[in-house]
């Protein structure tokens, strides 16, 4: 008993010594608007269920997916991670999050928003991509983009240190991309996720297609469209509400009117039955299959239909944040999460 208690303290203690040395951290952002203690840390139930909770096994951080901006130039309607802050993570401290999520057991990292390349143009997501497969040694670094802000000199530059491409398209109708805000000035999305493409197959990235469905496309044929792209995956989505992010009197989105039924989705995804590439998530197996790292680097837990926010890795620790992630590990397994995700292994014509 006495063992248990001594072991017991010594973990508080360390978790102790975590947060002072994050709120350290913090002083130096003297700009950040980033509360101490950091917000939604909420007591939401009894404290019984909160030390049941704590006790728990911890999942693996396998794969992270670090929405380190929530700033973006489109303005999808049905986005559920939207722009509610302008913060940004010193480079250093999400390189520190970073290598702490590394000796957790992370051994893929995909970089998100809002838009990825709209910090320094690119250079910010550059630098992390770079560290992550040259100093951590992942297995697999990805990016999720729109790609309408994706140069070639970025492909000079980082393009050896980057696994995956991930391009949203919604449509190969522009029409429709324009209804649903993927859409910036007069560029064309469709002609740009071609010279996307292209670069991909110079610079021996993996390329990938992100579609969500929704009711301004759920009757769209695209299988001409991407059988021609040949992507490594084209991930389909059911369009998700999140409230308090595209859903509720406090979101920022209203996507109720972009919201199809189960069977809607699932018309969609027998009309594309034979795209080999093809990865349907429906919004069961989207809502606690993902770890996602908000701008703070706090899990997000989407159980309840919100985003509740742990507090930071950056304050107490990888371990002690991500009990609080909601995370499905099981589900995680049975969409596909584990796949051949790092280039090396692929067998691909570049």
Known sequence: MQLALLARLLSVGRAVLAALRGRLGALCWSLAPLPLPLPGWRDSGPRSQREQEWDDTAPTPTSVNYHFTRQCNYKCGFCFHTAKTSFVLPLEEAKRGLAMLKEAGMEKINFSGGEPFIQDRGEFVGKLVQFCKQELELPSVSIVSNGSLVRKQWFEKYGEYLDILAISCDSFDEDVNILIGRRQGKKNHVENLHKLRQWCREYAVAFKINSVINRFNVEEDMNEQIKALNP??????????????????????????????????????????????????????MRDSYL????????????????EPSKSILDVGVEAAIKFSGFDEKMFLRRGGKYVWSKADMKLDW
């Open 292 to 307: 996602i790292l908000d701008e703070y680097m706090r899990f997000l837990n989407c159980r309840n239909g919100r985003k």
């Open 232 to 285: 490594v995956r084209w991930k389909v989505f059911q369009c998700l509400l999140i409230e308090g992010e595209n859903s509720g009197e406090d979101a920022l989105r209203e996507a109720e009117k972009f919201v199809i039924s189960d069977e809607d989705f699932d018309r969609f995804l027998d009309r594309h039955k034979d795209v080999s590439c093809l990865v349907p998530e429906s919004n069961q197996k």
